[in-house]
């Protein structure tokens, strides 16, 4: 199957394999998110290049870059997903065979009609021009390289260090303190095309998964599995008109958690989707396993190596990587530090943030452990996760 997707790539039929691919993930929210990438990017490349934006040679090379991130994507698919894209219309697909003509000559002179419509009306007739065709959850990025060559090597890069690297400690001293408002509102380029149905899909995908905790002696509430990502935040950046980390490198990087966000940050993205930050002692209660817990030291196990990212020295990995706790939580322990609602006592205007960070040393990864910053502060190990009632 990977074969024949490859075929009808190399046969020019790319727009055809994006689209089969867009239908075939949409139960899988990382894969379809890196498709949706892929569709914002090719759609955008078509449109400049029917405005007369490129040289042949640069229309060219562009097109080229991103088949080889589509090929890459189709290599990394898994059977199940492959399975989907049979049943999707191209089963019959491959060398010896033409693929069925596609919709895509309306669908591409509609993006050209709606190009034309954001250069004479701006942002918001982009958002009535969205196209017709499957639901994507639009993200302006290229992943030109195989993600998990980036994760390897920044695995290579883990190392255990003798403390920290007192470069970004907040209100402990930082020496590198960034205040809200010290960043520009400049997102990454294009923005993304909505209608209702494609913006129901955008907030169930900033949303993401959320895991319901009980317990004899806290209120009944739901958390996120993972950490909000930067595929997440970038995309409520663009609905909402928040301005994006100018310090964040998208590329490669959506699965990624967003960093340099800040206390204000963070409660504007669980504003946008009806959610909120996790309290303190919803946190440790969700770290620690809830009733279920063993009484670990880090969130998931006693073995720091096993549950967090911490000692790194090239920047977070991707959510979901080591060993989920004993409620199926990830990275609660290392990878980013994550704000918590609840005010730093006797300190207006800070608030805590639990679990500890890439760089940290293991001392800080401990469920009992915590920060103090102020709700501007922001820096390259400080993200979140979602809570809800």
């Given at each position: 199957m990977k074969e024949r997707?490859?075929?009808?790539?190399a046969k020019g039929n790319t727009e055809t394999v994006i689209e089969t691919l867009l239908s075939a993930t949409r139960e899988d929210p990382r894969a379809f998110n890196e498709i949706a990438i892929l569709s914002n990017r090719f759609a955008q490349h078509i449109r400049d290049a029917r405005m007369g934006m490129y040289a042949p040679a640069e229309q060219n090379r562009g097109l080229a870059q991103i088949n080889n991130s589509l090929l890459d994507?189709?290599?990394?698919?898994?059977?199940?997903?492959l399975a989907k894209a049979a049943l999707e219309g191209v089963k019959d697909s491959g060398p010896g065979h033409e693929p069925a003509k596609s919709r895509g000559s309306n669908k591409l002179l509609f993006m050209i009609v709606g190009a034309l419509l954001i250069a004479i009306t701006g942002f918001f007739a982009l958002?009535?021009?969205y196209r017709e065709g499957p639901d994507r959850s639009e993200i302006d990025n290229i992943i030109d390289q195989d993600a998990g060559q980036e994760e390897a090597k920044r695995e290579q890069e883990h190392a255990d260090l003798p403390g920290p690297s007192g470069k970004e400690q907040g209100a402990s001293g930082s020496t590198s303190e960034k205040k809200e408002?010290?960043?520009?509102?400049?997102?990454?380029?294009?923005?993304?095309?909505?209608?209702e149905k494609g913006r129901k899909n955008s907030l169930a995908y900033l949303v993401g998964n959320t895991q319901r905790i009980e317990g004899a002696n806290i209120e009944p509430y739901s958390i996120g599995v993972y950490e909000v990502t930067v595929g997440q935040y970038w995309l409520f950046c663009e609905t909402a008109g928040h301005p994006f980390p100018k310090e964040v490198d998208t590329t490669n990087a959506m699965a990624l958690p967003i960093t340099y966000v800040s206390w204000n940050d963070a409660m504007a993205y669980c504003g946008h989707i009806n959610a909120r930050l996790p309290t303190v002692e919803e946190w440790e209660f969700a770290a620690s396993g809830g009733e279920k817990g063993q009484g670990s030291l880090y969130s998931g196990g006693n073995d720091a190596g096993s549950v967090a990212w911490s000692g790194l020295r090239s920047g977070p990995m991707p959510v979901g990587k080591k060993q989920k706790n004993e409620l199926s939580l990830y990275d609660m322990s290392g990878n980013v530090r994550e704000w918590c609602s609840s005010p730093a006592e006797g300190k207006p205007g800070y608030y805590k943030a639990k679990g500890g960070g890439w760089k940290s040393y293991?001392?800080?990864?401990?469920i009992k452990e915590d920060a103090v910053y102020e709700a501007g502060f922001r820096n390259s190990s400080l993200g979140f996760r979602i809570a809800r009632d």
């Open positions: 997707l490859k075929y009808l790539v994507f189709i290599d990394r698919l898994d059977e199940a997903t958002k009535a021009a408002g010290a960043h520009p509102d400049v997102p990454p380029p294009n923005p993304v095309d909505e209608k293991k001392a800080e990864l401990e």
